[in-house]
């Protein structure tokens, strides 16, 4: 249970860390966290890049927060919802490997991958190897004024745990 709370404070924390504004005196890449008398097994850090055109998109600073995660068989599933060309426009699935902190598989869905953008609300584990994600998808285009969507409906997906594969 310890080791459960800590993970969820560790990602709560990243996603203040990666969903930081743009700011010009940025050093690119981003660089890892560095500790005082303790050395972690691994580190990894998200990135996105469906959307990366400098300076202002570098594939982190798009991604608004983590939604969901689930821990299951040595694996951190874990959903974000990132912020493109308009708000809430997306979002991605990253599959993790607890032990080696290697990425497994990725999947995205934004309005760079589909024809209209996306936000998810959370991801279920529905099934043995089954992800279930709801979300909310625009099904028309928005004026380009504005700078958000006017219209949605519900949405869910179904990856396989193993590949990501819908």
Known sequence: MKKILILHLLLNFTT????????????FPYEAFHF???????RYLSKDTTY???PYWDGFSHIFSV???WVAKDRLYVLY????????SGGFIECINIKTGSLV????????????????YFMQW???GKIRV???????????????WLNGKLSIRTYDAEDGLL
Not at 134 to 148: G, I
């Open 16 to 27: 203040f860390l990666c969903a930081q504004d743009f700011h010009p005196n940025v050093t």
């Open 36 to 42: 005082e008398n303790y050395s972690p097994k691994w």
């Open 52 to 54: 990366v055109a400098p």
């Open 67 to 69: 939604r969901t995660y």
């Open 81 to 88: 919802s990132t912020n493109g060309n308009r708000p809430l």
């Open 105 to 120: 598989w990725k999947a995205t869905f934004n309005d760079k991958t589909q024809e209209f953008e996306e936000f998810p």
């Open 126 to 128: 529905v099934s043995p």
């Open 134 to 148: 709801y979300s909310t998808r625009a099904f028309e285009k928005s004026p380009p004024y504005l700078p958000f």
